[in-house]
């Protein structure tokens, strides 16, 4: 099985400030990577995903992520955040080959500061 | 706007009672997840269709279960019901079953037990 660790639970930041959130995943076969985000009240949104050729992944809204697979991470960044990036991110992965099941994180708060 | 829908938006009820939940997914997709979003949990998934059949099964409780009907709209079906079941449950979709598939996730129906 894998599994995913979102080392931060909370992240404030400054309005049109760098952030990266940080995931971590274990998994002993090829995974995909996603990251979702989810506004207030709302459902869940794919902001990107990773599943195979450049590490370096673009998403919408200005994200990024970068796979890395000899520290097993997938780093979700933002060079300049807007309040309306105030939002519930998840990473999640899922086993490349046989998965049909999705393993989320437990969520990393991002709070924008004017 | 996903495309996909769930009914009811809210949902309380009282301990031992028996729910029922539904979910039409977007139009062309042929997967249907289920997620249970709690506090303490986190983001978790319950189960998977594709086409009419049980595709993958996840943390879902025997207390629960689900099914995708022809016209490819889901129900799931929650009874003996308990406190700690209170909680978000989610419905995605997908073009089809592979993990690479990006899920559409619907606006969630919230479940309280009182």
């Known amino acids: 099985a894998q599994s995913v660790t979102q080392l931060d639970s909370q992240v404030p930041v400054f309005e049109e400030a760098p952030v990266e959130l940080r995931c971590n995943y274990s998994?002993?076969?090829?995974?995909?990577l996603f990251w979702y985000v989810q506004y207030p009240n709302q459902g869940l949104q794919l902001l990107l995903k990773?599943?195979?050729?450049?590490?370096l992944v673009k998403g919408i809204n200005g994200f990024e992520a970068e796979f890395n697979k000899s520290q097993t991470s997938f780093h979700l960044r933002k060079p300049s955040v807007h309040i309306s990036d105030t939002a519930e991110y998840f990473c999640?992965?899922?086993?490349?080959?046989?998965?049909?099941?999705?393993?989320f994180g437990t969520g990393t708060s991002l709070t924008v500061i004017p | 706007d996903s495309g996909v829908t769930q009914t009811p938006k809210h949902l309380i009820t009282a301990t031992g009672q028996r729910v029922t939940l539904r979910c039409s997914p977007r139009?062309?997709?042929?997967?249907v997840y289920w997620y249970q979003q709690s506090l303490d949990q986190g983001l978790q998934f319950l189960i998977q269709?594709?086409?009419?059949?049980?595709?993958a099964k996840g943390n879902i409780l025997e207390r629960f279960s689900a099914q995708q009907f022809p016209d490819l709209h889901s129900e799931l079906n929650l009874s003996s019901l308990e406190l700690g079941d209170s909680a978000l449950y989610f419905c995605?979709?997908?073009?089809?079953?592979?993990?690479?598939?990006?899920?559409?996730f619907g606006p969630g129906t919230r479940l309280t037990v009182l």
């Open positions: 995605a979709s997908s073009v089809e079953a592979g993990g690479h598939n990006e899920q559409f």
């Open positions: 998994s002993s076969v090829s995974v995909y």
């Open positions: 990773y599943l195979s050729g450049s590490t």
């Open positions: 999640a992965v899922i086993a490349s080959n046989t998965g049909n099941q999705f393993y």
């Open positions: 139009s062309g997709d042929l997967s």
């Open positions: 269709y594709y086409n009419g059949e049980e595709r």
